[in-house]
Structures are given as C-alpha cells and as structure tokens.
C-alpha cells in the first residue's frame, strides 16, 4: 500500500539498547530495502539478535522446509536503516516485524492491536477480546492482513486509519456516486452506529497497488465513553474503578476528583481534558454553561468571514499581475496537474510539492565526475543518462535533461510529476530531482541489468533468458501496466512502452520507465486526441501513428508487441528477410507457430528446455516455425 510514508511517534535512541521497552509490530506481505543477512538456528534467535541490536529497526524469518527437516541453519533478515520504503505486496512479500517502542502502539490492554500496516486503536473493536463493543463494526483478515468495515451487512476496505485525527478511510465501488444519493444513504446507515461522514468522497482512484480501484470516504467516529465492565480488573487505567452508572449498567467509573478524559482513554484530574464520555464520575456532573458554547462559535464567525475577504482579494491581485502558476500544493486532482504541465514554465515555487528529494547541483557533478563519459549509461530523446556514484557507494541514474529541448522539458515536467506520484514495484522510482539554470535532471534507482533489450536482441545475453524468466518479465510488465491503467489515482496512458523503456533491476524485476510522453486520463474518460503524434514506430498502434487517437487500448497493442519481441527474440521494427520485407502480421503468424513449438516441446514431449533455449537465439533473426523441430 503506497501512501506518504509512516512516521516514528517515538524518535530512535542511537547507542541505546531498549530492548525492554520496545515491541515488534507484525506487517503482512511487504517489501523494504536491502537486509542484513544473520545466520540463526530459530525465529527467535532472530527476533532476539534484532531486539538486542540497538540498530535494528525490523526483522524477517521465514522457515525453510528443507532446511527444516536438517534443523538448521536458517537466514534472518534485518534491517539497520530508517524504514521509509516500505510497500505492501500481497505476492512477493514477506512478513516483517518492525521494532517500535510498546507505549506508541499500546494506549491501552483493550487495544486490538494492528491489522496489516493498519492500527487499530481503541475503541475501534474488531472482536469481543478488545475494543468498545459500541465500535465493534470492524473485521481483520488474518490471511490477507486487510482491515475490513462492516456496518450491518456492507463490507468497505479500509485503507487508512488516523488515530489522532479519529478518522478512517474506506474504499467504496465505482459505481458509488459521490455528491447524490448514495452518499445520503450511506450517511443514514451510520445512525445508529458511532461513526459519520467526515468528508466527501475524493472521486479518485487509490494507489494501492493490487486493489480494484474506486472512490474512497472518510469517516470519524464518535469520542468513546467510559467502557463497559466486569470488574475492575477491566479498568487497566489508575483511578477507576468498575461500578454501577446511571441507567444501570457497569461501566469504569472515574474516583472522586477525576473526571473520563476520552483523548488518551484514562481519568484525567477534574478540569484536564475533556468529559465527553457521557457518563461522567462518580460525582455529578455540571452542566455546560452558554458562554463557553456561544464565544468559540462567535470567533469561528468572525475567522471565517475575514479569511474569506482576505482570500477574494488575493485572488483578484493574482489575477491582474502575473499569469497563475499553479501550487502544487493544491495538485491532488488530475485537471491540475495536467494544467501545470501545459504551462510553459518552471518557477522556483513549482518545486515546493514535488514529492521527491531535490539534489543539490554540486553533489551530482561530484557523483558522476562532471558526466565524465565513462560513467554515461546511454542516451534518449530526453538527453543522456549517467551512473553516480554518492558517498557510501550508492549508485543512482541521472537523466539529463538536453539544454533547448522543448520536449524534454514536457518530459522532465511529466516525469516529475508522475513518477513521484506513482509508486509500484513494476515502475522504476524516482529518487530526486535537481532544477538549477538551464540544467533539468532526474534521479532515478540504478538498474545494473540496464534494458531488456540488451538481453533479448543479444544472441549471447539472450541464453540468460529462461523461459521462466521470461514469463516473470512479461507478468512484471503486465501488473506495472494494470497499475497505471486502472490501481493508480492518476490514470496513466504510456504512449511509449517498448522493450528498451523496461529495465530490469539485479533480479531481473521488470520496472517500466520513461514517463516522457504519458497523458493522464479522468476518471471517465476513455480516449484521447492529439495533431502530434510522438512515439516508435512498430510500437505505435495504428489509429494512434495514422490519426492520433489513443486510449488504454493504444498502451495494450504497444504491451502484445513487446511480448512478440521476448518471445520470438526479434525486433519488431526491423522485419526484413533476403527475400524482402515482413509486414507485422507475417511476423506474428511466425511468432504463433513458435508458441506451437514450444507448448509442444516443453509440455508434450520429454525435450530439455535448454535446446529450446539455444534454439529461440539461434533463430531469433529469422523467426521459428514447426521445421525447426521436425
């Protein structure tokens, strides 16, 4: 799950061991960083070795059969470094267990603890062991590690929850329509529960990678009021006590002198906090007085009719000096950022949204050695490419962009914007960017495998491919492009996906790249035109090359083309035999006697997929048919 990231409430101790104090909170199916690797003979040897290891910020452990039956040893997984990459992958993660200090996580016993990277926190309730019964709307799926909202029989995904705010976010279906009846209906079927709507829904699409899209609505829940109990073993707060109430129930009672302070779930001395709760202390509670009700509402008044002259003015002094450029502080719906990257310019104040780090001009000469030439990685119709090198060895691409270009400054906007925006394990990242003068560049994660067409269209690297491989490779590109088709808030059309636009990382991860000439689509809207019609040839669909129509089909026409390509092991814009030239259907009809070969060879003859290997290289230039086997 992408978000903003997650923040420490606690700030790490360096040089500290708090091995008593601290916890591991347990997340489901995710993906860090690069970990320390520890050979241990347990699971809790490694907890152990992490939680008596000041530095340790996470752990992982997973038993190998194998290795199981000859007891060990096994690999622990550990992570030294701040944990703020962290994505949620419900294929390829893994079960991390991240060391957090047990006073953020634990308010209170009745507390349900987490649900994946969600806390539940009192007195939301997800079963009778913990929680507010009053609250108890909630599910957690233990093998998905998904929170659930259930108000009677509805089931919303839950997508974040804000303890502080006392707000949660759920995910409704497409059809959901914000702003109508939908919304009214939904508000009414929150009666009788704590819970109401606290804002619209957002009308766009989540970027949860994996998740089916949709709209999502934010919802607040009511302050708790002092719990129900048993005893007074159930009040695990001091100056409680379990006795009976006003209508007869038994609830934790506050002692004389303190009142139900609902913000941190305790009794407060009398006058600190809040008694909202409902039903009090022991004492008798006062009631309100008028003023304290009528001042802060007078005040409110007074704020808002000020803030809104104050804002007509500024906006009629914009208008009647320089043309607006918009913030990018209010770019969270895709008619502005598309209005931002029609702009012609790149002001100093566009930089204070961007969601990346910016990089210092200085550093990045230091790191590639003034773009020495022997650190140039390759070249693009944005400007050439460099490996830099940082201090303590990390190794980053930097694009940069070509001076006087003004379509690499479309693409350098475009990528900016969009990359940072998207977050995918099939999407190259973006690590920074750097705006100084006429120098525009982009910092990219380092691909030692550089592009897949190295491999593919090399008949020596091209026998590295296994079949294996290449079906990982396809389904890579496969997911990234689902992900920004449909998962992704932004909708995102490629326009340039080929096979040296996918790079691939140390193990052969597919990442698409190169968001240069990608459009963002609405939420309705399906397809698009353009009199400018940029891209490859070969890759291009024909009512985009000869019209300059494009839509989501255009990006699935360029993705069977790529296929081809891995498949067949030849280029798609180079279809040319002794005897003349091949149109691309011939081309496919080879391809698909190829695919007949290989299912009949590695699936219904006893053939080694090695000489299929050796045979796909060899042939690649030609194409392959049924001969080639008989």
Not at 309 to 314: A, E, I, P, T
Not at 441 to 453: A, Q, T, V
Not at 516 to 541: D, H, N, P
Not at 576 to 602: A, M, P, Q
């Amino acid at each position: 799950m992408f978000s903003s990231g997650c923040l420490r409430k606690s700030s790490k101790c360096c040089g500290k061991n708090n091995s008593g104090a601290d916890h591991f909170l347990s997340l489901k199916m995710m993906k860090a960083g690069k970990p320390d690797l520890i050979t241990v003979y347990s699971e809790e040897q490694c907890r152990q070795k992490c939680l008596h290891d000041f530095r340790c910020q996470a752990y992982s452990f997973k038993e190998d059969q194998r290795r199981a039956r000859e007891k060990g040893p096994y690999t622990c997984y550990t992570w030294s470094d701040d944990l703020d990459n962290i994505q949620e992958f419900a294929q390829d993660g893994r079960d991390l267990y991240v060391r957090v200090p047990l006073s953020d996580i634990e308010s209170t016993s009745r507390s349900c603890g987490t649900c994946g990277t969600n806390l539940v926190p009192y007195p939301l309730s997800t079963g009778q062991s913990c929680g507010d019964p009053l609250y108890s709307a909630f599910s957690c799926d233990n093998i998905t590690a998904q929170l659930y909202f259930e108000p009677h029989m509805d089931r919303y995904r839950i997508t974040s929850v804000n303890p502080e705010a006392r707000t949660f976010t759920i995910q409704v279906n497409e059809r959901f329509i914000c702003m109508s009846e939908d919304l009214k209906k939904f508000s009414q079927q929150l009666d009788p529960w704590p819970f109401a709507v606290s804002s619209r829904c957002t009308g766009e699409q989540t970027d949860t990678p994996g998740s089916v899209g949709g709209k999502e609505v934010k919802i607040v829940w009511n302050d708790p009021k002092e719990p129900l109990c048993n005893s007074s073993k159930d009040c695990d707060w001091p100056h409680a006590t379990c006795n009976s109430s006003s209508n007869g129930t038994t609830k934790c009672l506050c002692d004389s002198g303190f009142s139900w302070n609902s913000s941190n779930v305790s009794c407060s001395p009398a006058g600190v906090g809040n008694n909202v709760g409902g039903g009090g202390s022991l004492q008798k509670r006062q009631k309100v007085k008028p003023v304290y009700i009528i001042a802060p509402a007078v005040a409110a008044i007074f704020i808002l009719v000020f803030g809104g002259l104050f804002y007509m003015r500024r906006q009629h002094g914009s208008r009647e000096s320089t043309p607006e450029i918009l913030d990018f502080r209010l770019y969270e719906s895709e008619k502005r950022i598309k209005m931002w990257m029609d702009a012609c310019q790149f002001e100093e104040k566009d930089k204070k949204g961007i969601e990346v780090p910016f990089f210092d001009l200085e550093i990045i000469l230091q790191a590639t050695n003034h773009f020495a030439d022997e650190n140039k990685l390759g070249r693009g119709g944005f400007g050439p490419v460099y490996k830099a090198t940082f201090p303590g060895g990390q190794e980053i691409a930097v694009k940069r962009l070509l001076s006087g270009s003004g379509q690499g400054l479309e693409e350098f906007k475009n990528e900016v914007v969009l990359i940072a925006k998207l977050q995918h394990r099939n999407l190259v990242k973006l690590v920074g960017y750097c705006v100084k003068g006429d120098e525009k560049m982009l910092l990219y994660e380092y691909m030692p495998n550089k592009s897949l067409d190295s491999f593919i269209f090399d008949q020596t690297r091209c026998s590295l491919l296994t079949w294996e491989i290449r079906f990982e490779i396809i389904l890579g590109i496969t997911r990234g492009m689902l992900y920004l088709h449909q998962d992704s808030r932004l909708r995102i059309i490629h326009r340039d996906l080929k096979t040296s636009n996918v790079l691939l990382d140390e193990e052969m991860t597919p990442k698409i790249s190169d968001f240069g000439l990608a459009r963002i689509f609405e939420a309705k809207q399906t397809e698009a035109s353009t009199q400018r019609v940029i891209g490859t040839y070969g890759y291009m669909s024909p009512e985009y090359a000869l019209d300059g129509f494009f839509s989501f089909k255009s990006d699935v026409f360029s993705f069977g083309v790529v296929v081809l390509e891995i498949v067949s092991g030849r280029r798609n814009t180079c279809f040319y035999h002794s005897e003349g030239t091949l149109s691309l259907l011939t081309h496919v009809n080879t391809v698909h006697s190829l695919l007949l070969s290989f299912i009949f060879i590695h699936f219904l003859w006893p053939f080694s997929p090695n000489v299929l290997k050796l045979q796909l290289c060899r042939h690649g230039n030609y194409g392959m048919t049924i001969k080639h086997w008989t």
